[in-house]
T-cell receptor, first 113, second 112 residues
Framework: GDSVTQMEGPVTLSEEAFLTINCTYTATGYPSLFWYVQYPGEGLQLLLKATKADDKGSNKGFEATYRKETTSFHLEKGSVQVSDSAVYFCALSRPDSNYQLIWGAGTKLIIKP | NAGVMQNPRHLVRRRGQEARLRCSPMKGHSHVYWYRQLPEEGLKFMVYLQKENIIDESGMPKERFSAEFPKEGPSILRIQQVVRGDSAAYFC??????????FGQGTRLTVV
């Protein structure tokens, strides 16, 4: 079945460091890929998405590129801030499965000042 | 346009009581997902509903849990005879066809 694998956390970085959170997926067909962010005590918010191969999603300085050849959608940011501390979830959805979202386990990011 | 509204935000129930969680999707959305999140864990799919229909309930425990999404009104997740292991955050998300899913802020259920 379809699945999403994320790097385990927590990931701890200093402010202004470069961030990469790895995400790989297994799916048949042509899924859409998403990164969601969950701040403490809150629900999930869509951070960025990509709907086809080689698409790059970007938002708030975060980027991720849909790589079909490596089945990956790694999240990157050039210079993190303390306010980026949150849990990040990678997910996929397939149109032919009622757009059901398949989730990674989440990666907790801690940014130290 | 209000986002996805969940209520209550916090719910405390004694063991054996019923918990009723409500989710009002975004205007125009007719698809709702319910998820459960245990502390320090990811999201676990529970059920996918469209108006008046349960599409996929493969993630829902067979006993004590039920969900509905009536033609009018919010979607309801009902947990009967709650136990301590039901303590978790329950999130709902709504979407329409190939749009992104929008999440509510969740209901944090504590069973004492």
């Amino acid at each position: 079945g379809d699945s999403v694998t994320q790097m385990e956390g927590p990931v701890t970085l200093s402010e202004e460091a470069f961030l990469t959170i790895n995400c790989t997926y297994t799916a048949t067909g042509y899924p859409s890929l998403f990164w969601y962010v969950q701040y403490p005590g809150e629900g999930l918010q869509l951070l960025l998405k990509a709907t086809k191969a080689d698409d790059k999603g970007s938002n708030k300085g975060f980027e991720a590129t849909y790589r079909k050849e490596t089945t990956s959608f790694h999240l990157e940011k050039g210079s993190v801030q303390v306010s980026d501390s949150a849990v990040y979830f990678c997910a996929l959805s397939r149109p032919d499965s009622n757009y059901q979202l398949i989730w990674g386990a989440g990666t907790k990011l801690i940014i130290k000042p | 346009n209000a986002g996805v509204m969940q209520n209550p935000r916090h719910l405390v129930r004694r063991r054996g009581q019923e918990a009723r969680l409500r989710c009002s999707p975004m205007k125009g959305h007719s698809h709702v997902y319910w998820y459960r999140q245990l502390p320090e864990e990811g999201l676990k799919f529970m059920v996918y509903l469209q108006k008046e229909n349960i599409i996929d309930e493969s993630g829902m425990p067979k006993e004590r849990f039920s969900a509905e999404f009536p033609k009018e009104g919010p979607s309801i997740l009902r947990i009967q005879q709650v136990v301590r292991g039901d303590s978790a955050a329950y999130f709902c998300a709504s979407f329409q066809d190939n749009t992104e899913a929008f999440f509510g802020q969740g209901t944090r259920l504590t069973v004492v």
